[in-house]
């Protein structure tokens, strides 16, 4: 088993498939992505059927595509939403720029849909009514993928990123960061121990 990378990825949430996937398109780097979790498609809660067991580690929190790849499926685009302000760290053209990169990323997986709302000029009337009782309605565009399909297009994402440089560890917890004059140089997992200038 290979155990020296350029680059190690901890955790298969939306930050780290984005990492993987950014690294998988534009570097010829060897990526290593550890997760404590499943894959998307192996993913599965028992708690309808038998109520919860406690699955170490749970299979709705861990896993590839994170703690939100059984939600509703909803997709944001939107610079700024609650305490989420992607203007804190870039440019407003910048973060736009970003979040159109990012609905094309997700539409090259099928992960495209209904854009809402789809009557923009009701939604504004809405809005304005809203106002008047001193609510303030965002008007977000956003698309609905539902809860059904978001582990298939998670898996064809993964799929896409394993199939171009990136080893993909399932079911394997890094437990400790190996520091060395002062930079992380590795980490250890509870199979192994990896090492890379990158973590």
Do not use: W
């Amino acid at each position: 088993m290979k155990n020296t990378f350029d680059v190690i990825i901890v955790g298969g949430g939306p930050a780290g498939l984005f990492a993987a996937y950014y690294l998988a398109e534009h570097s010829s780097l060897n990526v290593l992505l550890i997760e404590k979790g499943k894959a998307p498609l192996k993913r599965k809660c028992p708690i309808k059927d038998v109520g919860c067991v406690k699955c170490n580690p749970c299979n709705i929190l861990c896993g590839i595509g994170g703690a939100g790849l059984f939600s509703d499926g909803k997709l944001n685009f939107i610079h700024k939403l609650g305490k989420t302000d992607l203007t804190q760290f870039l440019t407003t053209t910048k973060a736009k720029e970003l979040i159109n990169e990012t609905e094309q990323i997700f539409n090259r997986f099928g992960m495209d849909g209904k854009v809402y709302p789809t009557d923009m000029d009701k939604a504004r009337e809405i809005r304005k009514e809203a106002r008047k009782q001193g609510i303030e309605l965002l008007l977000i565009k956003q698309k609905h993928l539902g809860s059904d399909n978001l582990p298939y297009h998670i898996a064809r994402m993964a799929e896409y990123i394993a199939d171009n440089n990136v080893a993909f560890h399932h079911s394997e917890e890094v437990t400790e960061l190996i520091v060395e004059n002062g930079a992380i140089a590795g980490v250890v997992t509870s199979k192994a121990t990896y090492r890379a200038p990158n973590v």
